[in-house]
C-alpha cells in the first residue's frame, strides 16, 4: 500500500507528463495522425486510427489480371436527383413559415388552414370536395418540401388517383378513348367543384368538348341528350357493352320506352322484337321526327326490297309507309295500324265503293283479295286473279 507521501510524489508525475504531452501537441500540429502517435508513448490500448467510428474506409484498390497493382478509381459521384418543383419556403428556408420554432418539428396549424395561409382557399363556395381535401390530407397527394413532378406532387397523372381509386378502365373491354389517352384532370378537379363527380364542367359540357358533333344543327334532339343527361345512358370510363352504353340497347331504350313492344301486340317488327332500335332510330339527334335515321320509305328499304322502283302503277299512298303500317308493333297482321277495311275505309267513301259494278258481293269482304295494297300492272291495281277474263 502506497503511502501518502509517495501517492502525492506519483500524482505530481502524471500530472508532468499529461503538461508535457500538451506542449508538444501544440508544438507539432493537430493532425489526427500526429495525436495518435503521441498518445501511444504514454499511454496503452490505444486504438487504430481505422477502427474510429467516424473513420471512412478507403476502398481496395484494383489489381489488373497480370496482377500489376493499379491505382484505385475513385467511385463517381451519384447523380443528382432531378427535382420539379420546390415548396417555395422550405427554397428558402423559412421552415417557420410553417412549422414551429424550436427543435419541434410541430405545424403552426392544421391543414387545409395552413396551406390557405398563402394558397388560395379553393373550397370556399364548391359544393363537391375531394375527400382528402376536405380531411385536411394535403400530404397524401402532395409533398410538402420537394419532389420530382410538378405542383409537389407525390405521383403524376393518373397513377396518383389510383392510390385510392380502382382503376376505371378494368371494369370491361370497352374503353372510352379520352380516359385511355388522357387524365384523370382533364374532367375532374382535384380539389373541389360544383359539379358532381368532382368534374369542373357539367356532363353535358364536358361531353360536348370532345362530342361537339352529336347535336350539332339538327332539328329533333333526344331529351337526355337536349337535358345533357349522358351518363343515363353512358357510363363515363369503361364498360362492357359498345358506345359505352351502360345495358344493351334494349333494356336501354325499355328504361324509357317501357311500351315498345306493347305486351298484348300481335305482330311486332323484326328489329323491334330483337331489340336493335339503332336500326331506325338515331339516339341522339336527327332532321326526322321520331329521331328516324331516313324518311320513308328509303328507310324501309334498308331492309325490303324496293317495290317501287320497277312498279307501272302505283297506290297513291304508297310513298309514306306509316301511314298504313306501324313500325313498331300492331294487334293486326303485316302490323297494319287498322283493319284492312278500316284502313281503306279511311281514304275510299263506301258509297263510292258500291257504284263500281265490280264491287257487287264483295261487301265484307278484304280489299286486298282483289287488289294489291303497293303497286300493280293494272291502273286499279287488281291482281292478276281478279281480273275479268
Same mark, same amino acid.
Given at each position: ?190 380539389? +373541389?367543384?360544383?359539379?358532381?363527380? *368532382?368534374?369542373? =364542367?357539367? #356532363?353535358? @359540357? !364536358?361531353? /360536348?368538348?370532345? %362530342? $361537339? &358533333? ?23 370510363? +369503361?364498360?362492357?357493352?359498345?358506345? *359505352?352504353?351502360? =345495358?344493351? #340497347?334494349? @333494356? !336501354?331504350? /325499355?328504361?324509357? %320506352? $317501357? &311500351? ?32 328516324? =335515321? ?10 325490303? &326490297? ?84
Amino acid at each position: 500500500m502506497l503511502q501518502p507521501r509517495q501517492s502525492r510524489r506519483d500524482g505530481w508525475i502524471v500530472a508532468a507528463a499529461v503538461a508535457v504531452i500538451a506542449i508538444i501537441l501544440l508544438a507539432t500540429g493537430c493532425s489526427s495522425a500526429t495525436k495518435h502517435k503521441w498518445l501511444t508513448v504514454f499511454f496503452d490500448g490505444v486504438p487504430s486510427e481505422s477502427s474510429g467510428t467516424n473513420v471512412v474506409a478507403a476502398a481496395p484498390s484494383a489489381t489488373s489480371t497480370n496482377q500489376t497493382a493499379a491505382a484505385a478509381k475513385p467511385a463517381p459521384a451519384p447523380a443528382p436527383v432531378s427535382t420539379a418543383s420546390v415548396h417555395a419556403p422550405f427554397l428558402k428556408q423559412q421552415c417557420t413559415e410553417c412549422h414551429e420554432a424550436g427543435m419541434g418539428q410541430g405545424m403552426k396549424a392544421d391543414p387545409p388552414g395552413l396551406c390557405f395561409n398563402c394558397h388560395k382557399d379553393f373550397l370556399a363556395g364548391m359544393k363537391v370536395k375531394h375527400q382528402p381535401v376536405q380531411e385536411g390530407d394535403c400530404k397524401s397527394c402532395h409533398d410538402p418540401h420537394q419532389s420530382n413532378y410538378p405542383k409537389l406532387l407525390v405521383k403524376t397523372g393518373t397513377a396518383l388517383c389510383l392510390t385510392c381509386h380502382d382503376d376505371p378502365l378494368a371494369v370491361g373491354p370497352v374503353k372510352h378513348q379520352a380516359v385511355e389517352a388522357g387524365e384523370c384532370l382533364d374532367c375532374h378537379a382535384p380539389h +373541389a367543384t360544383n359539379f358532381k363527380g *368532382l368534374l369542373k =364542367k357539367s #356532363v353535358k @359540357d !364536358t361531353c /360536348a368538348d370532345c %362530342h $361537339d &358533333d352529336i347535336v350539332g344543327k339538327k332539328k329533333f334532339v333526344h331529351q337526355p341528350v337536349a337535358d345533357g343527361d349522358c351518363l343515363e345512358c353512358h357510363t363515363p370510363h +369503361a364498360g362492357k357493352i359498345k358506345g *359505352l352504353l351502360k =345495358k344493351p #340497347v334494349k @333494356d !336501354t331504350c /325499355a328504361d324509357c %320506352h $317501357d &311500351d315498345i313492344p306493347a305486351k298484348n301486340a300481335k305482330d311486332i317488327h323484326q328489329p323491334v322484337g330483337d331489340g336493335d332500335c339503332l336500326a331506325c332510330h338515331d339516339p341522339h339527334a336527327s332532321n326526322q321526327k321520331a329521331l328516324v =335515321k331516313k324518311s320513308t320509305p328509303a328507310l324501309c328499304w334498308d331492309c325490303h &326490297d324496293n317495290f317501287l322502283e320497277k312498279a307501272k302503277f302505283k297506290h297513291d299512298v304508297v310513298e309514306d309507309c306509316t301511314g298504313c303500317h306501324k313500325p313498331h308493333q300492331s294487334k293486326e297482321n303485316n302490323l297494319l295500324a287498322k283493319s284492312v277495311l278500316q284502313l281503306c275505309g279511311d281514304c275510299h267513301d263506301d258509297k263510292d265503293l258500291k257504284a263500281v259494278k265490280g264491287h257487287a258481293g264483295a261487301e265484307g269482304k278484304s280489299c286486298t283479295v282483289c287488289h294489291d295494297p303497293h303497286v300493280g300492272t293494272d291502273a286499279n291495281l287488281l291482281k292478276p286473279s281478279a281480273k275479268i277474263k
